[in-house]
Structures are given as structure tokens and as C-alpha cells.
């Protein structure tokens, strides 16, 4: 389990493997200066099962990986993301489609 630290304030434990597709959508869309929100689910916490957050270049964002190894990441994934960080609802975390790539 990797930690997103959100403006050294918000910690949340995500898988390494979400995280590392996560990031890569996050660093594509702060890269080209965009704001957007990102919700999360979060059960474990008492009394918290949703949380969002504003994401801007301006915000202090870490990840932190438990594993060394990266991930392969599947790029159906990170378009699904995409996708959903632009709607009107911003980033959350959908389902992984199956990658076409790991089929061959």
C-alpha cells in the first residue's frame, strides 16, 4: 500500500499499483496547468467514507510507493481516469477495463 499526501494535510493509504495509474493522469493534467477535484472512497476511516479534494499545481502532492518496483501500467486504465478527471465530477476511481496489451 502506497500514501497520496494531499497539501502535507490528507494521507490515504492506495494500493501501489492504483496509485502509480493515479499519478500518472494527476502529473499529466497538473503538467498542463488544469485544476480538477478528486473523490475517493475511504470505509476504513471512522465517520469518513468519502472524501474530495481541489487539485491544482499549486498544492503540495506526494506519492509514496511501499514496493520499489513500478508498475506496468495498462493504458485503457489511465484513459478511463482521463476520462474521468475531465467530466464534471473530476477524478475518481473507476473499474480496470482489461488492457488489450497483456491479452497478446
Known sequence: MGTLTYD?????SID?????????VVW???????QFPFTWTDPMRSGMG??????????PLSFEYFGSRQPRLNPA?????TKAANSPAGLSLVP?????????
Do not use: F, M, N, Y
Not at 16 to 24: P, T
Not at 77 to 81: G, R, T
Not at 96 to 104: K, L, N
Open 50 to 59: 468519502r472524501t474530495s479534494v481541489w487539485l491544482s499545481p499549486h498544492v
Open 96 to 104: 480496470e477495463p482489461d488492457d488489450p496489451a497483456a491479452a497478446r
Open 8 to 12: 502535507s494535510k490528507i494521507a490515504v
Open 16 to 24: 501501489d499499483r492504483v496509485l502509480a495509474h493515479l499519478q500518472a
Open 28 to 34: 499529466a493534467k497538473l503538467r498542463r496547468g488544469e
Open 77 to 81: 486504465w489511465v484513459e478511463a481516469l
